[in-house]
């Protein structure tokens, strides 16, 4: 585990969300969708980390070229490639699936949340060494490609679903889902009981326009009437937030427009509000209360849900309508007509818009025409209607669980490279890190250092190893380069607290990092005949100024020979030579890279050495 930022660069983007302008480079923001700008503040592959936006906090985009990105965002770029390469496409993933984990423990605020820059910067999370990014990396881009088809068919379904769920509404409230049966009551006897009971309570009530020939927005089933909704409706505005009030005051839980959906009520996030008593009775809500959002984005306004919740008392603010229908009318068909098509659209003509926010006011929801089908028939069409939309239902339940089945294999994934990882870490031992420890100590400690790259460093270990009889822990295999083992890489790159690489890209060295002395601490169990092999060689090898590593290949390769073919005769050797295939270099076989006069050279001291005598004895390796 390591800091972010220990492995990224960490800058607040520099634009205010609201500053788009038409232009050709990518402007990037918390949200899912980008806008452009005419200028451009970074051009570099980055990720860009949603830190102060509620509805995205946490949300990762990844990008490479030109933009400019949000202040409500921290661009990300590699910080040291040398010893924390990153891939950012594989880091991309990541942080999205680490999102609910990091939003939970960097955010800060209430009201208004966002991530704490120095939260975010040492927070810890999974470093993988290089290889094994990109190892996960494609199989994560196949998986995301896979998703993203998909997604687009889901889409298309939702989109076909959601049709369907209109349609069935609009039918419905046209009154052509069911077919009307004559000895059902009229409206007309119910609609005259409501008027002789209004007119009778001699309450003040303002008349509405009368519906005019041509302004109905469908022509009507045989017993059915229009009305204005105001005449057949209990029409109550709510509580004006940050009023003052100097009576005695109680809490009281309120309804916002975020609760009010369309079609239900959310009480998941439920305030609180001081208000007097008397208005707490005034906006009481009670079982059965229709609420009605008044404004806010388009498709909030009009937005409407039955009350059928035990939280008692609760109130609404002002922003929400509360409707109690008069006579015969059932509660649920008022709730289906006002969130079907038909009165959609009548508010999206008579809501007013300013500053990007549409509403509507009293007078225009009083006059909106409602119709009215007979009692029984009302009850025969939400009958319908439930029993179709369960179908729906269940159409979009089987979408969202297919979109959630693959969100999961995504994170699966990410475990799954996180759990490996860990893995990896811990098959390697601490005697091998030690003894690459040494090593690396004594090629650094001379008067000119003779760092090596993991090739050289294997074929190092592989003499220690036959030659000198140390333990290394390490199995080996035929390579170009000679002797080689993988598992070299992966001492070398999961624990970068030890190994650092320096020199120049492709020439990399690995160099003691400053916590390595804690690799030291204990002995190693075979500590003085691997120093004295360490020593031996640098010394052997320290001869050769210009050919080093060339001298180095040919010393493990020829004793790799030895060793698995059983003799030193130059013949044999030089047939080994000949079938060992390098197809990553210019050179077809070894035999074209070293000269025969190399190969005798190199048995002749090999037999000096006494070394023949052990890779003879040694049991044949598996190439």
Known sequence: MERIDTLFNIERGSLQSSKSSDGQYTFITAAEEWKTHDQYSHNCEALIFAAAASGSLGRTHYFKGKFISSDLCFILTPKDKINYPVDLKFYYFLFNNLKQRIVKQTKTGTSKEAINFKSFSSYLIPYLNIEQQDFWKKKLVKLEDIKNNLSIEFVSQEKIAQKLRQSILKLAAQGKLVPQDPNDEPASVFLNEINESKRKSNKKIEPLTPIKIGEEP???PKGWEWARLGN???????VTLGKMYSQELVSVPYLRVANVQRGYIDVDHVKQILVPEKEREKYKIQLGDLLMVEGGDWDKVGRCAIW???????IHQNHIFRIRFLGQIFNTWGELYLNSPVARRYFESCSK???NLASIN???LCNLIFPLPPKFEQSRILARVQTMLIKCDGIEQSISEKQAHLRQILEALILEAIVSSRKEEKKISIPQ?????LFIRKLKDRSRPMLQGEMGLAKYLYLTDRIYGVSTGFQFQQHNFGPYTPDIKKCLTAHNRYFKKTGRPGYEVYDLDENAGDLFVNPLPQQQLAEKAISDLISIFSQFKKNRSRELE??????WLAESLKTIEFEDIWRGLESWKTPKRNEKNKSEIFTPDEIKRSLAFIVKKGWHEKLLKLSTVVS
């Open 362 to 364: 009293r007078t225009q």
């Open 218 to 220: 469908f022509r009507l």
């Open 308 to 314: 059928k919740h035990d939280i008692n008392p609760c």
């Open 554 to 559: 040919l010393m493990a390769s020829v004793c």
């Open 353 to 355: 818009q300013t500053t």
């Open 232 to 238: 057949i409706i209990d029409l109550t505005s709510g």
């Open 433 to 437: 890190m030690q003894l690459l420890g």
